[in-house]
């Protein structure tokens, strides 16, 4: 839910275009399927590849569904060669196989299987530090992103960005319900390591914006 007018007018842009398909609009803060969502999500990966190549500090985080998008995933292996840190959180189905070396030694993946149903999709882009994090329905998945009318959108409010990067942090330490997404196949629980707190992070994230919550009041 957003009052804010640019993304307001969007919107209401991606429901013309249900009544008039001829109508695409010009979007600046959403990533639209099946109009140009590809080609954003091919601009912004190449972008951290380029970072990485300069020297600059590179990384990308991506929580979803399903990641098995062909182009998506050699884009992500060409990200990782470039010196690229990526993570992904990803429920289901997941193409990468992580952490072979020169083909994908940049790239860690988890699974989180909990109590709780999760649909959210985040994508963090780390941009030379100006940060830039999406949210929305779109999975990466070739019926998704060419054949579905899907959105992702760009979180302007800095507050809300950054409890966004919170929750990825929270669910990365997860070592009680996520299984760590190898190129063994094992989909081994992750345990807590030495003198670890156990994170569950459902319930962190439950206690992180109950806490947010209360001091607000």
Known sequence: ???????????????????????????????????????????????????????????IYIKVNNLIDREIVALLYEASNAGVKIRLIVRSACSIVPEVKGMSENIKAISILDKFLEHPRILYFHNKGKEEVFIGSADMMERNIDNRVEVLVKVLDEEIRQQLIDILEIQWKDNMKARNLSQYHLNEYIQPENEDAPVRSQIAIYEYFKHFSESET
């Open 1 to 59: 839910m957003t009052t804010r007018p640019s993304i307001i007018k969007e919107m209401k842009m991606v429901f013309g275009f249900f009544e008039n398909q001829y109508e695409i609009g010009a979007y600046k803060n959403i990533l639209m399927a099946p109009i140009h969502l590809r080609r954003k999500l091919r601009q912004l990966i190449n972008r951290e590849i380029k970072h990485a190549k300069s020297g600059a500090p590179a990384s």
